[in-house]
């Protein structure tokens, strides 16, 4: 199946209650694990790429991964640009074979955001591509940037009406709560996303879909396993999957991950050096690494997105 926008993908999940995995991708294993794992679950799924991504391993040879991942399967996937930063970097991807891009114009003024967000929505449209924005401040760490707690911003309810109509915008992303990053809240605190809030937008804009970033539980197996095997990550908690479940089952459609990737390919590279210190194939820890991440899509897809058997 060809690449798909993720417009038949949101109707579906709002309709049926559940949420598309958004997984970034940096490299082959990633795009495998991910891939094998909702071709396995039978779900819909996005592959997501930030600047970050672009600078690591150039862009042409993500699209030509993400094509390659498509071919072997006959779910529906889609290609994201993660946190376009401008309109330039929005165009590219498009022009690339995007088939849904993010502008995150949320640090600038409402007008300014509005006016990018437009710009962004024309292009895309004109071109068969979908479009997400974003409305409030997440915390945490994105793309080199760090936003103190006390800095983040939920979203107003009284403002995605206006927003979405003046823009145009296919999805929107929203903060309820949730923050980038593998160090979100120190252990004994109880965090809750804001589902008022999401109830309230929701009330507001009947059917359309909405995104939550910054959405990593940091599963303490996967940090046990790196600290026992030579790591030495501080303790910190992440968004409870309880909290995400809700989530899912309410107007959101779009649910990005990033950091748990990243913790299950470390735990099981950490792992495989501490318990074969000879090994120097990459194609040993990497498969290991990679065998990990599936595991983990799989749990989040079945677990917290509800996504299985949706395809
Ligand atoms: O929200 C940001 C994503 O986790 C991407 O991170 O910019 O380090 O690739 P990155
Ligand atoms: P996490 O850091 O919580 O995985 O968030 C990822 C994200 O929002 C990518 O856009
Ligand atoms: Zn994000």
Request: hydrophobic share 40%; charged share 25%; glycine share 6%.
């Given at each position: 199946?060809?690449?798909?926008?993720?417009?038949?993908?949101?109707?579906?999940?709002?309709?049926?209650?559940?949420?598309?995995?958004?997984?970034?991708?940096n490299?082959?294993?990633?795009?495998?694990?991910?891939?094998?794992?909702?071709?396995?679950?039978?779900?819909?799924?996005?592959?997501q790429?930030?600047?970050?991504?672009?600078?690591?391993?150039?862009?042409?040879?993500?699209?030509?991964?993400?094509?390659?991942?498509?071919?072997?399967?006959?779910?529906?996937?889609?290609?994201?640009?993660?946190?376009?930063?401008?309109f330039?970097?929005?165009?590219?991807?498009?022009?690339d074979?995007?088939?849904?891009?993010?502008?995150?114009?949320?640090?600038?003024?409402?007008?300014?955001?509005?006016?990018?967000?437009?710009?962004?929505?024309?292009?895309?449209?004109?071109?068969?591509?979908?479009?997400?924005?974003?409305?409030g401040?997440?915390?945490?760490?994105?793309?080199?940037?760090?936003?103190?707690?006390?800095?983040?911003?939920?979203?107003?309810p009284?403002?995605?009406?206006?927003?979405?109509?003046?823009?145009?915008?296919?999805?929107?992303?929203?903060?309820?709560?949730?923050?980038?990053?593998?160090?979100?809240?120190?252990?004994?605190?109880?965090?809750?996303?804001?589902?008022?809030?999401?109830?309230?937008?929701?009330?507001?804009?009947?059917?359309?879909?909405?995104?939550?970033?910054?959405?990593?539980?940091?599963p303490?197996?996967q940090?046990?396993?790196?600290?026992?095997?030579?790591?030495?990550?501080?303790?910190?908690?992440?968004?409870?999957?309880?909290?995400l479940?809700?989530?899912?089952?309410?107007?959101?459609?779009?649910?990005?991950?990033?950091?748990?990737?990243?913790?299950?390919?470390?735990?099981?590279?950490?792992?495989?050096?501490?318990?074969?210190?000879?090994?120097?194939?990459?194609r040993?820890?990497?498969?290991?690494?990679?065998t990990?991440?599936?595991?983990?899509?799989?749990?989040?897809?079945?677990?917290?997105?509800?996504?299985?058997?949706?395809?």
């Amino acid at each position: 199946m060809p690449l798909v926008t993720t417009t038949e993908m949101f109707k579906k999940a709002y309709a049926g209650k559940y949420a598309v995995g958004a997984f970034n991708v940096n490299d082959m294993e990633m795009v495998q694990a991910i891939v094998e794992a909702a071709n396995e679950c039978h779900s819909p799924v996005i592959l997501q790429v930030s600047a970050g991504a672009r600078k690591y391993a150039n862009p042409v040879y993500l699209r030509h991964l993400v094509m390659a991942a498509v071919e072997t399967t006959d779910i529906p996937v889609a290609m994201h640009l993660d946190h376009g930063a401008d309109f330039e970097i929005c165009k590219a991807s498009i022009d690339d074979g995007f088939t849904s891009v993010m502008i995150d114009a949320s640090s600038k003024p409402w007008e300014e955001n509005i006016a990018l967000t437009r710009k962004v929505v024309e292009y895309a449209h004109d071109h068969g591509v979908v479009v997400e924005a974003e409305l409030g401040k997440l915390a945490g760490v994105e793309d080199d940037v760090k936003v103190e707690a006390h800095d983040a911003m939920f979203t107003s309810p009284d403002e995605v009406e206006e927003f979405t109509q003046r823009t145009g915008i296919d999805s929107l992303a929203i903060a309820i709560g949730t923050s980038h990053g593998a160090y979100k809240f120190k252990p004994g605190q109880d965090p809750k996303l804001r589902i008022d809030i999401l109830e309230e937008i929701g009330r507001r804009l009947p059917g359309f879909p909405i995104v939550l970033h910054g959405a990593s539980s940091v599963p303490q197996d996967q940090v046990a396993i790196i600290n026992e095997f030579g790591g030495n990550m501080p303790n910190a908690i992440g968004i409870p999957e309880s909290e995400l479940r809700k989530a899912a089952q309410l107007a959101v459609c779009k649910i990005n991950i990033d950091s748990d990737l990243r913790l299950a390919f470390t735990a099981a590279i950490r792992k495989h050096f501490v318990e074969h210190p000879d090994h120097f194939d990459p194609r040993q820890y990497l498969g290991d690494a990679r065998t990990n991440m599936k595991a983990l899509v799989k749990h989040k897809i079945i677990n917290v997105l509800g996504s299985e058997n949706k395809a």
